[in-house]
T-cell receptor, first 116, second 112 residues
């Protein structure tokens, strides 16, 4: 079946502009995550959505970052007033999480954001 | 919170040799340890995972070992092939996915 999809695949923007990144999780997956991956580095947790629970926003680096999720489907990550240090690949993942145990996270291909 | 360290950061081996990547974690309550492979321009893909109730798991050329006492786990790839070249990430979490933390990654190069 279809995996996690993200759009756009690449985004180049000017410093100070707002950007919106989209994630379509695997159908039926209740949990959705956003990560940031700077060049040559590991994955930095940003935010986690699980069903109708309040999202875990503990990883968001500043109030310029926000995310929303519509039910158990599409999520958008918004970065306001972008800065050059926001340049990175933004990865989205989803997982089933029905059992109460940690389930496999399936990742999308990412959005490469470049802030000039 | 959990802290995961991964070594080495880069690893180069000859085709056919074995490759070993090691990770340590800080939270003794962590009980789920996945390994991901990330090829250039793609998202990470799960290749193997292990839970704390077992010490070793194998899938063809890939194996993972877990030492709960020492809080470290390792990925072993045998008979490496050029297509194994990628960045590999380890991770650790407890019962909730929002606490999963990743290592910094190991860039594996398999020379033909």
């Amino acid at each position: 079946g279809a995996g996690v999809s993200q759009s756009p695949s690449n985004k180049v923007t000017e410093k100070g502009k707002d950007v919106e990144l989209r994630c379509d999780p695997i159908s039926g997956h209740t949990a959705l995550y956003w990560y940031r991956q700077r060049l040559g580095q590991g994955l930095e947790f940003l935010i986690y959505f699980q069903g109708n629970s309040a999202p875990d926003k503990s990883g968001l680096p500043s109030d310029r970052f926000s995310a929303e999720r519509t039910g158990e489907s599409v999520s958008t990550l918004t970065i306001q007033r972008t800065q050059q240090e926001d340049s990175a690949v933004y990865l989205c993942a989803s997982s089933l999480e029905l059992s109460g145990n940690t389930d496999t996270q399936y990742f999308g291909p990412g959005t490469r954001l470049t802030v000039l | 919170g959990e802290n995961v360290e991964q070594h080495p950061s880069t690893l180069s081996v000859q085709e056919g040799d074995s490759a070993v990547i090691k990770c340590t974690y800080s939270d003794s309550a962590s009980n789920y340890f996945p390994w991901y492979k990330q090829e250039l321009g793609k998202g990470p893909q799960l290749i193997i995972d292990i839970r704390s109730n077992v010490g070793e798991k194998k899938d063809q050329r890939i194996a993972v070992t877990l030492n709960k006492t020492a809080k470290h786990f390792s990925l072993h790839i045998t008979e490496t092939q050029p297509e194994d070249s990628a960045v590999y990430f380890c991770a650790a979490s407890k019962n909730n996915n929002n606490d999963m933390r990743f290592g910094a990654g190991t860039r594996l190069t398999v020379k033909p």
